[in-house]
């Protein structure tokens, strides 16, 4: 092996290290994939369509 493709290697090794480390840096800052809870609006409808699934919808 020559000295040349040993470089190559150890900066590659070195950049896929630190993408790995970055990914879990983002992933833990961003919240572990947690999804605020959006603010409750008024329900609108379009024409005959509801702005809900009619699943979630209360039957009276």
């Avoid at 790995?20 to 605020?36: A, F, S, Y």
Wanted: hydrophobic residues 50%; positive net charge; without cysteine.
């Amino acid at each position: 092996m020559t000295v040349a493709l040993a470089v190559v290697l150890i900066l590659l090794g070195l950049a896929s290290l630190a993408a790995i480390v970055g990914t879990v840096v983002l992933v833990i800052k961003d919240g572990r994939g947690q999804i605020p809870l959006e603010p409750p609006v008024r329900p609108w409808t379009a024409g005959s369509l509801p702005s809900r699934p009619y699943s979630t919808l209360r039957r009276i």
